[in-house]
């Protein structure tokens, strides 16, 4: 079975992801231009909630164990003032990206902090952090570059830890489904297949052998592993993938809000 990414991998994706943001920003047609895939945000805004993030985060994995955010760091990130002239705004980002890297390699893979994620499968320390970072960093890469025009698939790398990355950590839960306990399958093009169960004891997720060798799901999902991700993270629709069975119980899933 394929390892999950050593941390100094991460934190090179997190560097890769990120240049790949700004290239984004410095082609897009202007700052104020539409992000379609965040409706409600220009280029602008994706910058600041990013860049934002990426201090944000910094702060709270170099506080160490906590039971919250720093105060400081959360009314730092509310009075956020970035400059407009965009040479100055990626140089901000620029700067955003390395305090988290620094911070990142400061505290180590193992270090505990303060997450807002359960436990159950991610662990609150700052290399659960970076793993989620990458996500963010590569999901917002791909907002930033469809509102400069063209937007290009998920690194294959980044894409497959990235469909485990959300079940374990986005879905993960200990808050009882409040349905008939179901399964959902997630099976990459690249070969890698999982699986979410979930019922009155919340939700996990684990690696299942490869499509046509596992007993068969409530529904399915295929598609490349980048799709899977963008499905995922509400950016493409199911019906851009291939779903067999109950396509129900993804609307089911969607709409659900378990607690962390």
């Known amino acids: 079975m394929e390892k999950n990414l050593e941390f100094p991998a991460l934190l090179q994706l997190i560097d890769e992801r990120s240049t790949a943001f700004r290239a984004a920003v410095a082609?897009?047609?202007?700052?104020?231009?539409?992000v379609p895939s965040c409706p409600e945000w220009t280029l602008f805004d994706l910058v600041k909630h990013l860049g934002g993030g990426d201090r944000f985060w910094a702060a709270i994995v170099g506080a160490g164990p906590a039971d919250g955010p720093p105060a400081e760091a959360?009314?730092?990130r509310?009075?956020?003032?970035?400059?407009?002239?965009?040479?100055?705004?990626?140089?901000?980002?620029?700067?955003s990206t390395e305090l988290l890297l620094g911070a990142l390699r400061e505290a180590g893979p193992d270090s505990d902090c303060w997450a807002w994620w359960s436990d159950l499968q991610t662990p609150r320390s700052s290399g659960g952090v970076a793993r989620h970072r990458v996500q963010e960093s590569a999901v917002?890469?791909?907002d930033a570059q469809l509102a400069a025009g063209?937007?290009?698939?998920?690194?294959?790398d980044v894409a497959l830890d990235g469909?485990?990355?959300?079940?374990?950590?986005?879905?993960?839960?200990?808050?009882?489904?409040?349905?008939k306990p179901a399964t959902f399958d997630f099976q990459a093009a690249e070969g890698r297949s999982w699986r979410l169960t979930v019922d009155g004891d919340g939700?996990?997720?684990?690696?299942i052998p490869a499509a046509g060798e596992a007993d068969a799901a409530g529904v399915s999902v295929h598609g490349t592993a980048s799709e899977l991700v963008l499905y995922l993270y509400?950016?493409?629709?199911?019906?851009?993938?291939?779903?067999?069975?109950?396509?129900?119980?993804?609307?089911?899933?969607?709409?659900?809000?378990?607690?962390?």
């Open 27 to 34: 082609a897009a047609p202007s700052l104020d231009a539409q």
């Open 234 to 260: 509400d950016r493409v629709k199911a019906d851009s993938l291939h779903v067999d069975g109950d396509a129900g119980l993804l609307d089911l899933l969607r709409a659900w809000e378990p607690e962390n």
């Open 140 to 142: 917002h890469t791909y």
């Open 78 to 95: 509310a009075a956020l003032e970035l400059p407009r002239e965009r040479e100055a705004l990626l140089d901000w980002l620029a700067a």
């Open 203 to 207: 939700a996990r997720s684990a690696r």
């Open 163 to 179: 469909v485990e990355e959300f079940l374990f950590t986005c879905v993960a839960s200990r808050t009882a489904w409040p349905h």
């Open 150 to 156: 063209t937007a290009e698939p998920l690194p294959g």
């Open 74 to 76: 959360a009314a730092a």
